[in-house]
């Protein structure tokens, strides 16, 4: 909606305000100029990226429409769930968690956790470590590096789309001056025209540097930067777990070790103390 919303403002503002100045919209509907722009920059796209990275940003692109998944709501019942595992741990073993890391989505204890529970990579990533930790071959120290190791990896995967969509915006501007500079050649090989014809197509040229840097800067580019805020919104959930594992690996107590996790959210989702340890006590009624 945010996307929406922007976009209106943006464009709003650059085409209102050429109006109200006196300039005439038909003057900027030139589909050749956008043809040109945007064929270019999508032709840059698949010369200058894999198969791979293509994929991948097609598939991320959609979610600029989506709003943030990652509320306060959503990161409380992750730790109400982490709370749940540790504290069966801490009574009765880590072998008492066995068939909830094996089948999350039989476990009773993950059931309670709908939104969790679909967070495919979420739910793998607490359940690969709570695998570890049930084998009891790795040490903490282990275990931490292998943590770092999986999120940055995921980072650079998140990274990808971003840095295509963000190339795409930083070259739309050129193929503006492409287009402007291909009007010029044309308006050059058409001197004999009468003043007036020659006026337009000197407009329809200045219209194709317009386009591209309006589209780079005021479309696609913020585009990127989404995308890029959500991926950190996704690292910071994986970032909650590892703390909070971690924590319960070194000894801390369930209460504890939430807390630690708690501790590293942003100060726009973090529930307060009593906020968490209400809901957690709420979710071990249910």
Known sequence: ?????????????VFGGFALAGGHLAA???????LIIGGAAVG??????????????LKTLPKV?????????????????????????RKEGLMSIES?????????????????????????FITD????MVGGNLNAFEIENLMDNEMETHHQEGEVPVQCISKMADGMPAFGIVAAVMGVVHTMASIGLPPEELGVLVAQALVGTFLGILLGYGLVGPLASVLE??????????????????????GYAPALAVEFG?????????????????HVRQAKNK
């Open 44 to 57: 840059a796209f698949v010369l200058g990226n894999t198969v791979k990275a293509q994929k991948a940003t």
């Open 28 to 34: 900027l509907y030139q589909p050749l100029e956008l």
């Open 262 to 278: 708690r501790k590293v959210l942003f100060s726009t989702e973090r529930p307060t103390f009593i906020e968490l340890e209400t």
């Open 1 to 13: 909606m945010l996307v929406i919303v922007g976009c209106l403002i943006v464009f709003g503002s």
């Open 229 to 250: 805020q959500k991926l950190e919104d996704s690292t910071k959930m994986l970032q909650c777990i590892r703390v909070t594992l971690l924590a319960s690996i070194n």
């Open 100 to 124: 909830d890391v094996e089948n999350p989505n039989e476990s009773p204890i993950f059931a309670h956790y709908p939104n969790i529970l679909a967070n495919h990579h979420v739910v793998e």
């Open 65 to 89: 429409m989506e709003g943030t998944k990652y509320t306060k709501a959503l990161y409380m019942d992750l730790m109400a769930l982490l709370y749940d595992l540790l504290a069966k741990v």
């Open 129 to 132: 470590y709570l695998r570890l």
